[in-house]
């Protein structure tokens, strides 16, 4: 991110702002701060519990400022539940309108045919999309350390890959390499396919044990292909860490509590209810998601072991 980032200032030289539809995960905020740009920070708006873009604020901003000091707009299309993944086809036609680069991160949205639809579509209707960056490791079951950068243009291509200095690391092309080779096509849209029948049988077992213990799921397929998220609004504050900590120590280690009021500063950057993507959030609530690799088994011992926490936390709160 921060090497699309630094390509694009090179190109616009006058720019310092970047336009941030908010998503709280800390890389992809320091990346701006790292290419010594100004992020302007765009809440998501709430629409029946669900976090969407805020494309009148984008707007509002871009029109506030002179699109010429705007570096990029970045938006985000893989995330955890509520929030919903960007609108990236109205915001990449509002970069059409006011010629200001997109940079779309797509951390691990390889593994979602839904949302390469999305980018796909948004492409074919003309929308401005300059880069687009995804992990390796969250799309091809590879360890951490690698990205992969997309461009329409070649042009693009060329002025970032030019820009990439030295020739560390390899590990990751290695990485992939061998992983790819291993699996071939058909073993990798295979995991595609079974990732997206399996979060269809989660969401339908987390739907009704929301019904059962009356909760709620905080999220909707269309907009959440991957994540869900669950309210948990009859656990008391005070178990919610307790809650995190237990699933962890039972080998769930991809579930996170996000808890009303936690407060994290970011450089000089202060966010409140940081890991909910938005200041105002109702309920304290867990997510999940069905990422690839996932097998059938990890959610029958996801909702024994969930369940039982759960039930014991709320039978100490009575
Ligand atoms: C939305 C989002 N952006 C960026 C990142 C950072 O990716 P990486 O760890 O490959 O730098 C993550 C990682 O979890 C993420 O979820």
Redesign the pocket.
Do not use: P, R, W
């Given at each position: 991110?921060t090497l699309c980032l630094l390509t694009l200032k090179k190109q616009r030289p006058n720019s310092r702002y970047v336009l941030w539809s908010r998503?709280d995960?800390k890389?992809?905020f320091k990346s701006i701060l790292t290419a010594n740009l100004e992020p302007i920070i765009i809440e998501q708006i709430e629409i029946n519990n669900y976090l969407q873009t805020n494309l009148n604020e984008f707007e509002k901003q871009i029109e506030n400022l002179n699109p010429n000091e705007i570096c990029c707009i970045i938006s985000?299309t893989?995330?955890?539940a509520p929030r919903a993944i960007d609108n990236i086809h109205d915001l990449s036609h509002l970069c059409q309108t006011y010629s200001i680069p997109h940079l779309i991160?797509n951390?691990?949205g390889l593994q979602s045919t839904k949302i390469i639809h999305e980018i796909e579509q948004t492409k074919r209707s003309n929308g401005r999309i300059d880069y687009i960056v995804q992990?390796?490791?969250?799309n091809f079951l590879v360890p951490?350390?690698?990205?992969i950068v997309l461009t329409y243009d070649s042009q693009l291509f060329d002025k970032l890959s030019h820009a990439y200095p030295g020739r560390a690391s390899i590990t990751p092309t290695t990485d992939i390499f061998i992983t790819l080779l291993s699996m071939g096509k058909n073993g990798l849209l295979d995991l595609i396919e079974k990732r997206k029948i399996l979060f269809q049988i989660f969401y339908d077992k987390l739907t009704q044990w929301a019904k059962d213990n009356n909760e709620l799921i905080l999220s909707l397929k269309q907009f959440s292909p991957i994540s869900i998220a669950i309210s948990l609004k009859h656990l008391p504050n005070e178990y919610l860490t307790e809650l995190g900590s237990m699933l962890f120590t039972r080998r769930i280690s991809g579930a996170r509590v996000i808890k009303l009021g936690t407060k994290q500063t970011i450089d000089t950057y202060e966010f409140m209810n940081y890991g909910a993507h938005s200041s105002n959030i109702q309920y304290s609530y867990l997510t999940v998601a069905a990422a690839i690799g996932i097998e059938e088994n990890d959610i029958e011992i996801f909702m024994k072991k969930f369940d039982s926490i759960y039930q014991k936390l709320r039978r100490n709160e009575n």
């Open positions: 991110m998503i995960q890389s992809c985000t893989s995330c955890f991160n951390a691990y992990s390796t490791d969250k951490v350390g690698g990205s």
